[in-house]
């Protein structure tokens, strides 16, 4: 049977989007970017039956900050295999996972003229092509975050609520409303497709009785027991580790809505560098980054109307203004979406401007776009820049773990990247660095309240991993106050540090 020009598209774009994640593999160690060894240590603690659990805290107190699937995706490799192993065969599925999605929001764009009338076929596949290979989707592609779970989920449940209004498969309704639960259970922020999908079926006026219970009721179910789940354990998070361990109302008790009026300004930065990070003239950047900022919008407005991504996105967005933290790592999973959506508005107004000089600012902005994109990636490949931090971290770990090994077991080890130190050494680990929020002001504890806390989790080492960090600033601050307090029991260059809790000083 042959092949229909989507199915082609799409197939190009998964090809290619995964041939570029598997050269994109390496061998860093896992939780060099924190949440991924968390992610990770979740996992092991599924596979090893201690249920979903911090394992590498006093305790073993429930997991309550991220939602769960990802790491029970991952809890098969890490029960089987050795933590490298399980580590290079869980970026290997994210590859997949990357390339699966890449290839669906192709093919979808392709089939649906997600981008409009009158475009060549070849261009929705390639801006997705480009977008799913960028440097920063591979960042996050290349360790073990949820992103690209999530990013595959979310192109299932478009895909399947666009086919509403023509499709009348119950079971493809059901299928919707099932991959929304489980994009809900896999990142917290899958709220928003959960809302963008019902803000669409609605704005299309198609009668609640034939989509409404099989949309709601998954992801009610899922919101519901996992809710439960947090209520129940989140009580045994100590509160100083309420912003990383806790739930996610912690930041935004602590900070309130301080970060929106920031967060509006910032949201479209991570873009604007991709596209115009070379140009160092500042009024030119303002003013190209305005344009291209009003494109995106005007085509955020159109999508809205042709698709349920574009409701999504725009929930998915006002979350990210309110969040208390830079949306950088949260745009790229989302990147294809919105490289589609501005190449959306961009043709639109290409069309509505028929007489050919008024199509000039059109074209030289989209010009612009493409080429400072694609310099970006030249340059991001050729340094390879998706992973340059992680194999720093990863060198810089590979040094310490050796000596934290040989630890007593009973030993706890306060540390930066704690997760990835239990993971190498199964030695319990628990935060170093401490911080909270009073509104947009970031405070640090007191040396009096840092080491009650260190007290609390029954610390017996500090491990400093690098004497430039904040933990460095913190821990000075120990010393000064409780100079007798830790003694130095090893050291390695540069100002890297273990030092043993004196108990009783």
Known sequence: MALTGAVKAGLVTAAATLAVGILALNQALVGVFYDDGLYASLAAAVASGYGYVHPNLPGMPGG??????????????????????????????NALLAAAAAGLISWHASRSELLGPGLPRWVAPAIVTAAAIGIPVLATQTVLFAEPLFGVLLAIVVVLVDSFPTEHNRRWRWMAGGGAALALLTRSIGIAVVIGAVSFLLARRLPLRVWASALLLPPLIAFLAWGIWVATHAGRIDPALALVYGTYGAPLKEAGFSAISGNVRDLSRPLEILAFGWITFRPLYVLLATAALAVGLYGL??????????????????????WPYPPDRFIWVILPWLALTWTAGAAELWRRWPPRRARIPVGLLATLVAGGYLRY?????????????????????????????????????????????WLYTRRRAVPIYLERYRGRELIRPTPAEHRAYFERMGVTHVLLASATSPSAIELRSLFGAYPSWLTAIYRWSDGRWLFAVNRGQ
């Open 377 to 421: 990636e030249f340059q991001g490949f050729k340094g390879r820049w998706w992973d340059s931090q992680a194999r720093v971290i990863s060198a810089n770990f590979a040094e310490l773990l050796p000596v934290v090994q040989n630890l007593p077991d009973t030993a706890v080890v306060a540390t930066d990247d704690e997760a990835l130190v």
């Open 64 to 93: 309550v900050h991220f939602p769960p699937f990802y790491p029970v995706v991952l809890a098969p490799f890490f029960g089987l295999l050795s933590v490298p192993a399980a580590a290079l065969t869980a970026k290997i599925l």
């Open 301 to 322: 407005f159109l999508v809205s109307r042709r698709s349920a991504i574009g409701w999504s996105l725009i929930f998915y967005l006002l979350i990210l203004a309110v």
